[in-house]
């Protein structure tokens, strides 16, 4: 198995130093190491991007996110090398976007809904499909949650002169970085820290803090059965399953990622994050 993560920008010879840990672990365990320009791939310049890749074969990218776009752009300047990336472009959009990976999760999950664009007319319809009360505002990919005020919360979807602005707003602070469309997910109060898993074709290999709360680690008795069915049905190779309990004491689904651009948390040791992933 290769290993393919980002290069230092300053030194493009070296790994970047927020992957480094991952890169020595997994070199340490006999797995190859290659790096690519991940700023390349982001101005769509593939093949200069994976200039450095020397070795053939099945591989993993463990790196900073990418576009659906990109991932595919990826893949084939990949592909033309003899690299085949375990998740296909295909398997890569169904795991990073909402609406690929809602409908499988949908009763384990806040209810929610989106659009194909950006319009007025397209956010009335789709906010009219929840009807009333509180939501959350995203697009496929992400939300602002350091803006909540602004460009997240909407107290009442039933509003719609209210709910339009906090989706002008963020419109205006995604601007070109938007994926997809517009996401409202029925707002849901949670009293817990988030709680990510990975998973590995349908397997759960490994529960870990969240990066954004890495000394927050996950209750030692959490029941992963619940989720386990609905996570092997996504039939996806790698991905992680946020989950934060809600205020009756549910476990819910807050996000689902491809595991390959999701970050590992700071307490969560390297040698053993790629020893759970590669069954080392």
Known sequence: MLVIVPCDPLRPRRVDPHFAPEATAARHAGLDVVVIDHDALVRAEAERAIARVDATGLAVYRGWMLSSVQ???????????????????????????????????AELTAESVWTTGTGRDLFDSCRARLGSGPAVLRDYTKSLKHHWDEAVFIPDVADGEAAWRVAHRFLQLRGEDLAGGLVLRRYEKFTSAEVRTWWVAGHCVLVSAHPDTPDHLPPPDLDLAPFSSAVAALNLPFVTVDLVQRADGVWRIVEVGDGQVSDRPSSTDPASFIAALFNR
Do not use: K
């Open 71 to 105: 991932y595919a752009a990826f893949a084939e300047a990949l592909a033309r090398r003899g690299v085949t990336l375990r998740t296909s472009p295909t398997h890569y959009r169904r795991a990073h976007e909402l609406p690929g990976w809602y409908p499988q999760v």
